[in-house]
């Protein structure tokens, strides 16, 4: 049995945003990543949460989970693909309303991400700043050098002014693609 | 509680091959990925297996799973970047010694793989005879084609004839990436 590491994402304990008609974050991305999907504009998905199975009980010729533990993600949470480029990100709500604590981000997730810029892919960060209800896309260089100047967290005026805010459209709350769209083609 | 639909690959319902040193497929690519991201060679993952969380009991302020069932994959099992490109496949394991039956590949995979193709990512599956002891890669078209001519499988000549046959190396026991490079770059 291990802890849950700061920053995992489970659907457990994440609390509902009534703003957006009760959606959370991650259910709002997942319906734009559809609206991508059923428009042919992008394949990105999330990744399911990463477990370690324990037990199992057979039943029906089938089997049926009965212990299990989360584990830390090694990577970010979705990926995939859109006009031939690898797109790789991190999606994360804070309920600040003056910054983005970096420690929100796994290790990991940083290291990965540095990794996916390293081979040519696009990384970034999808930020809500929950109590103010706007969605920012982040490129990962802007976290890399607020890391580099020993920030513990990027401002809500370096994200207004070197991030992006993500529109959003019938059936697409989060249209990031729009942003993806505008500043890496 | 639903059923496990054919060909969702499950660490349990998984043979051990012995002629391997006791490691199955799985575990072979998970090896050959992990050599791949410590030379800095390509960043590929695993994704983890879809599962639908029914009941979680607070444990140690965290939180374990008591009861969770198993879901179809609406994805394959292997995503990343490799030299600035979109890599995405399935690998499945056949005990047959004259055809990879094509009904081990789920429906959702055939359609995610064809999406992946026609928006410029490169996609195939990674398929291991068990009892001739051969893995081969084999480019998503060659399904595409059997599947067009109405075939159920796809037969060990033709793999031979227009698939790959991967080779192995220290730390990296299915060198794919090799492969990927020759035919794909």
Redo the contacts between chains.
Sequence with gaps: ????APGIN????KEVNYKNRGMNFENEINLSNQYY?NN?I??I?K?????K?IK?KS????????????LAP??TDY????????I?FEAKETNSITSFPLSNIHYNQLI?LE??I????IGFLLIRFNRLNLNYLVDFKIVKCMEKLGRKSISIETIKKDGFLIPSKYNCPIDYIKIVDKIYF
């Design positions: 049995m291990i802890k849950l489970t659907s457990i304990n999907l042919d992008a394949i998905y990744k399911p949460t990463p477990i199975i199992t039943y029906n010729n089938s089997y049926k989970i009965e212990e299990a533990i989360f090694s990577t990926n995939g693909i859109y006009k031939g480029r690898y790789d990965h990794r996916i390293n081979h040519g892919g």
